[in-house]
């Protein structure tokens, strides 16, 4: 640990002791992910970068990385650095980037790895030294991450120079493999917004960008042979082929990547060192193929659903004419893709259907199978196969470990425990750690912010104190076989403008670093204090929506107590239960109040917000809760009387799509006196599997109805409805006008104010 307080050290010399010119600043640094080693020369003076400084390449690789750099250095400078090429000897007053041999590594320090760097700042010029322009791409971030803060903006504050301390830094990653999956099924992102992301993962040295092409909730990938794909499959809406899903509502959206546009991203992730993997996830999670090319699944009729109650949406394993359509499919991606590992991922299939389907149940008996998962090891093997054709190596979600043998190449990706990354390695596989209880990034960051929490609720600190490898007892060629590190976002809750970034950023800088740094050098307090002094605001300059830590909340002794993470944060807040924005009142001390529940509290870094907070020690429910029974002429999966314990954190669904002409009736044992009532559905703080089509009715006597709203969207909600009575209440019942949003909906407990 002595290297991270040695840092926190010079930084602070730097920043106090210096002899600064009027308009030259200081070096940060405040690097993540932490380099391995950094040596500073405390007695030299150190190199200024300044307007006249030139960027020297010696090989036609290097020429994008000066290009990069100049690009960045211009925006400080607000003109371009001369770029020269193969300058012998090397000028003075020059950053230079030299790509050297293998066997110069041992003189250099440097690990034979083409990820390494040393970045070396001498008296009169900055050198960069790698074997392969990988690693000199990363001692360029690890160089921009030096600069002022506001690097990254066009509007940034011109100087005259950046002065450097005399150092060597010699860096090198941890894993090979440190990976983001990006779920663009259920919420499709334009090819702006992946270049943005792009530029952000490789600013953090994040090699692996895992795109989930397709799922039930939209196929993205144009397939020239097979239109239907993307004309059809692509959509969701009121009348597309696809349910309207997550909130996405009636209106028809979605979309595809073009070919071209695939290529160019592909080309744009190269230019910053991430290879693109491709997911196509089969043989489950299939819906957008199944509605547009029907005969890929059982011929059964099949009502059994998944895990996200889609049903008819796996791959029938034994019907040979799929293999020949999969390999069209993937002879087109390969043109499309150079990477060596294709993900298809496998998960979660119910693999029921094939029990009831006479062309599956022949091949088992032919294959003499006993049980259905061997089935889909069958379907595996032949997709390794398919794959093995073109040079590929074929990568799955863990579920791939079962049901028979994989080739050694096979690369599980492992979701549901570390455990399972224990028995992946132990059968000799090569493993990717994408831990749901650690790196699945769509979870909960608290209670009461947005998101899922099956996995568990995962801030920050829970991220950090991820170990791909962990305690548990591996050999030297065990642990060679963990990849590395990936996280995920999955997007059901995407729909919300924002949401993407929010549960991301600052996420994936504690990626970068489990993925970079050595174990040892890791440590929480160190990586906090980076961000908060420098991280922040460059995610900032950079047009990351980063979340921003919400207040702590709490009412003692009649006073609300409101805390912020860190200092440079604004609180503000309002007494009418409203969400604070920035003109509302500023929290500066306690407030006395009998009336603790209609406050609300948000932090602000600049403009941006986080999320509103009440007191947390206080149950915020205040709504009535009279004795109720509901009926409805909808099945139901759950105790129907779990929607009248009025408890927010029960729920129940439908065992079938709702329908128009449907009803759920909630009659009060005595009438209720009362201000409004809202109705919700979808999972309350999720906004997903509600009702788009429906309105709100309610009864004075139970029997004679008034017609209330229609039901609309709320981020957190979901799709609702609020009456306001004028007199006592005996009943009030949601109508359904059209379809829901998936095979099921999801009730919530009135709000009875």
Same mark, same amino acid.
């Given at each position: 640990m002595k290297k991270l307080f040695l840092l926190t050290a010079i930084f602070a010399l730097l920043s106090s002791c210096a002899e600064k010119k009027a308009a030259v600043v200081d070096a940060n640094l405040d690097i993540v992910p932490v380099p391995q080693e950094v040596v500073v020369c405390m007695n030299d003076n150190g190199f200024q970068i300044n307007k006249e400084t030139v960027i020297v390449y010696e090989n036609e690789a290097n020429k994008f990385n000066a290009e990069f750099l100049q690009s960045y250095l211009k925006n400080i400078f607000k003109s371009n650095l001369k770029i020269c090429r193969d300058v012998t000897p090397v000028a003075s007053n020059s950053i230079s980037l030299n790509i050297v041999n293998p066997s110069e590594c041992e003189n250099l320090g440097l690990v034979n790895d083409k990820e390494a760097y040393?970045?070396?700042v001498s008296l009169d010029k900055i050198d960069i030294y790698a074997i392969d322009a990988?690693?000199?791409?990363?001692?360029?971030?690890?160089?921009?991450?030096?600069?002022?803060?506001? =690097?990254?903006? @066009?509007?940034? %504050?011109?100087?005259?120079?950046?002065?450097?301390?005399?150092?060597?830094?010699?860096?090198?990653?941890?894993?090979?493999?440190?990976?983001?999956?990006?779920?663009?099924?259920?919420?499709?992102?334009?090819?702006?917004?992946?270049?943005?992301?792009?530029?952000?993962?490789?600013?953090?040295?994040?090699?692996?960008?895992?795109?989930?092409?397709?799922?039930?909730?939209?196929?993205?990938?144009?397939?020239?042979?097979?239109?239907?794909?993307?004309?059809?499959?692509?959509?969701?809406?009121?009348? @597309?082929? &696809?349910?309207?899903?997550?909130?996405?509502?009636?209106?028809?959206?979605?979309?595809?990547?073009?070919?071209? @546009? !695939?290529?160019?991203? %592909?080309?744009? *992730?190269?230019?910053?060192?991430i290879n693109i993997i491709p997911e196509i996830d089969l043989p489950g999670h299939s819906k957008a193929v199944a509605v547009t090319y029907p005969e890929i699944v059982c011929d059964i009729d099949s009502k059994h659903l998944s895990v996200q109650g889609e049903s008819n949406n796996v791959w029938c394993v034994g019907r040979e004419e799929n293999y020949e359509m999969l390999e069209n499919i993937f002879a087109e991606l390969?043109?499309?893709?150079?990477?060596?590992?294709?993900?298809?991922?496998?998960? #979660?299939?119910?693999?029921?259907?094939?029990?009831?389907? #006479?062309?599956?149940?022949?091949?088992?008996? #032919?294959?003499?199978?006993?049980?259905?998962?061997?089935?889909?090891?069958?379907?595996?093997?032949?997709?390794?196969? !398919?794959?093995?054709?073109?040079?590929?190596?074929?990568?799955?979600?863990?579920? =791939? &470990?079962?049901?028979?043998?994989?080739?050694?190449?096979?690369?599980?990706?492992?979701?549901?425990?570390?455990?399972?990354?224990?028995?992946?390695?132990? *059968?000799?596989?090569?493993?990717?750690?994408?831990?749901?209880?650690?790196?699945?990034?769509?979870?909960?960051?608290?209670?009461?912010?947005?998101?899922?929490?099956?996995?568990a609720i995962i801030p920050l600190d829970t991220v950090y104190s991820f170990d791909p490898i962990g305690n548990f007892e591996l050999t030297e060629e065990e642990?060679?076989?963990?990849?590395?590190?990936?996280?995920?976002?999955?997007?059901?809750?995407?729909?919300?403008?924002?949401?993407?970034?929010?549960? &991301?950023?600052?996420?994936?800088?504690? &990626?970068?670093?489990?993925?970079?740094?050595?174990? @040892?050098?890791?440590?929480?307090?160190?990586?906090?204090?980076?961000?908060y002094d420098s991280h922040l605001e460059r995610l900032y300059n950079m047009n990351f929506e980063f979340r921003v830590a919400p207040p702590t909340v709490r009412y003692e002794d009649g006073k609300l107590i409101a805390e912020k993470e860190y200092d440079f944060l604004t609180i503000r807040y309002t007494d009418d239960k409203t969400t604070p924005t920035l003109e509302s009142a500023e929290y500066t001390d306690?407030?006395?109040?009998?009336?603790?529940?209609?406050?609300?509290?948000?932090?602000?870094?600049?403009?941006?917000?986080?999320? *509103?907070?009440?007191?947390?020690?206080?149950?915020?429910?205040?709504?009535?809760?009279?004795?109720?029974?509901?009926?409805?002429?909808?099945?139901?999966?759950?105790?129907?009387?779990?929607?009248?314990?009025?408890?927010?954190?029960?729920?129940?669904?439908?065992?079938?799509?709702? #329908?128009?002409?449907?009803?759920?009736?909630?009659?009060?044992?005595?009438?209720?006196?009362?201000?409004? !009532?809202?109705?919700?559905?979808?999972?309350?703080?999720?906004a997903i599997v509600g009702l788009p089509n429906a309105r709100l009715e309610y009864s004075y006597d139970g029997e004679n109805f008034i017609q209330g709203e229609e039901f609309v969207y709320d981020y957190f909600d979901g799709y609702k409805a609020e009456v306001y009575p004028e007199q006592a209440v005996k009943a009030v019942k949601i109508v359904v006008t059209g379809i829901g949003e998936c095979e099921y909906a999801i009730l919530q407990d009135l709000r009875i104010l």
């Open positions: 040393l970045l070396s990988a690693g000199i791409f990363y001692g360029i971030q690890t160089l921009i991450q030096m600069m002022p803060n506001d =690097i990254y903006s @066009e509007d940034a %504050v011109e100087v005259d120079g950046v002065m450097f301390p005399s150092l060597n830094i010699i860096d090198n990653p941890r894993f090979k493999y440190r990976g983001l999956m990006l779920d663009c099924s259920r919420t499709f992102y334009d090819v702006d917004f992946i270049k943005h992301l792009l530029n952000g993962l490789a600013h953090y040295k994040i090699n692996n960008f895992h795109w989930h092409l397709a799922d039930d909730q939209g196929w993205r990938i144009e397939i020239k042979q097979y239109p239907k794909l993307t004309e059809l499959g692509a959509w969701r809406g009121a009348d @597309e082929l &696809l349910m309207p899903a997550y909130g996405s509502g009636n209106e028809r959206n979605g979309g595809f990547y073009t070919q071209e @546009e !695939i290529k160019d991203i %592909v080309k744009y *992730a190269a230019d910053r060192n390969v043109e499309l893709f150079p990477s060596k590992i294709y993900h298809i991922g496998a998960d #979660e299939v119910n693999m029921n259907s094939w029990r009831d389907c #006479e062309v599956c149940q022949n091949l088992m008996k #032919e294959k003499e199978m006993t049980e259905l998962v061997e089935l889909q090891n069958h379907f595996v093997r032949r997709i390794e196969k !398919i794959l093995a054709k073109y040079g590929k190596t074929m990568a799955g979600w863990d579920e =791939i &470990l079962d049901g028979g043998n994989l080739l050694e190449t096979t690369i599980p990706y492992v979701w549901q425990n570390s455990e399972r990354g224990i028995k992946s390695v132990k *059968a000799g596989q090569p493993t990717v750690m994408q831990v749901s209880q650690y790196m699945y990034f769509d979870m909960k960051q608290s209670p009461d912010e947005r998101g899922l929490k099956w996995a642990e060679k076989l963990v990849l590395g590190p990936q996280g995920g976002l999955w997007t059901e809750c995407g729909q919300v403008p924002g949401y993407a970034h929010y549960q &991301l950023f600052p996420k994936v800088l504690v &990626l970068s670093e489990i993925g970079w740094s050595a174990y @040892e050098d890791r440590n929480l307090d160190y990586f906090k204090k980076r961000l306690a407030i006395v109040t009998e009336n603790p529940e209609n406050y609300r509290f948000v932090t602000f870094y600049n403009e941006r917000p986080s999320i *509103a907070r009440g007191a947390q020690n206080i149950d915020l429910y205040h709504y009535q809760k009279p004795a109720t029974t509901i009926t409805s002429n909808v099945p139901m999966e759950q105790d129907i009387n779990v929607l009248v314990d009025y408890n927010m954190n029960t729920y129940c669904n439908t065992a079938r799509p709702v #329908e128009n002409g449907d009803y759920f009736l909630y009659t009060f044992e005595n009438p209720v006196e009362c201000e409004s !009532i809202l109705v919700g559905t979808g999972h309350y703080g999720l």
